[in-house]
């Protein structure tokens, strides 16, 4: 009996694999070059960065505004699995709770970069903010329940409350490459923690 060569699935497989790895690259490289050069850098730069041709990117994204969203929405799954992540393994709540808004106002900051693609009148624009809220708040609610069941921090702080001032802190960074919203966003931190 002839042997088979190998199955025409496993084949399709590992095509979807490669798909999957070059979207997560191309995503990856996008939102760098967006932060960096803004969302109307030049196509060529992010398929670059990402190690692809320029066929590959436009079969997975075939417009611009495909492109912006999907790192929009990339960022925002990333931000918000990384919450319950952190809690699990940092050496206590707040330290998670230090960590995930370091890793939000990354997200900020790259925000910012897409604030005018945000502000267009696409419809597949109009949900990314309601997404932002659903996705995020949750997740900053948990860090700020379990920092406050620790007795690190006092109770009442809101997780939309908190992630506004947050993103108001970021706002600055735009405009004045001197302005550390960072520095600011510690302070606003340990103003939330209990005394000693």
């Known amino acids: 009996m002839p042997t088979a060569g190998p199955a025409k699935g496993a084949s399709a497989r590992s095509k979807r694999a490669d798909a999957v790895r070059n979207q997560q690259t191309l995503l990856d490289a996008a939102a760098e070059v967006f932060v960096?050069?803004?969302i109307d850098a030049p196509i060529r730069q992010i398929a670059a960065r990402a190690g692809v041709g320029l066929g590959t990117l436009y079969r997975h994204f075939p417009t611009r505004a495909d492109l912006v969203t999907a790192v929009y929405h990339h960022q925002i799954e990333a931000c918000a699995e990384a919450?319950?992540?952190?809690?699990?393994?940092?050496?206590?709540?707040?330290?998670?709770?230090?960590?995930?808004?370091?890793?939000?106002?990354?997200?900020?900051?790259?925000?910012?970069?897409?604030?005018?693609?945000l502000q267009s009148d696409s419809d597949r624009f109009a949900t990314l903010h309601t997404q932002f809220l659903?996705?995020?708040?949750?997740?900053?609610?948990?860090?700020?329940?379990?920092?406050?069941t620790a007795?690190?921090?006092?109770?009442?702080?809101q997780p939309y409350e908190l992630m506004r001032g947050i993103g108001n802190l970021c706002i600055g960074r735009d405009s004045d490459p001197h302005y550390d919203p960072r520095r600011l966003i510690e302070l606003l931190l340990q103003g939330l923690r209990l005394s000693c």
């Not at 393994?89 to 960590?99: G, N």
């Not at 808004?101 to 997200?107: E, M, P, W």
């Not at 708040?137 to 406050?148: E, F, R, S, T």
């Open 36 to 38: 960096t050069s803004g």
């Open 151 to 157: 007795g690190e921090i006092r109770p009442g702080s």
């Open 134 to 148: 659903d996705r995020l708040m949750p997740v900053c609610a948990q860090l700020l329940d379990a920092a406050v």
């Open 83 to 117: 919450g319950p992540k952190l809690l699990a393994d940092a050496t206590s709540p707040f330290d998670a709770l230090r960590q995930w808004v370091d890793l939000f106002t990354d997200f900020l900051v790259t925000k910012h970069g897409l604030a005018d693609a």
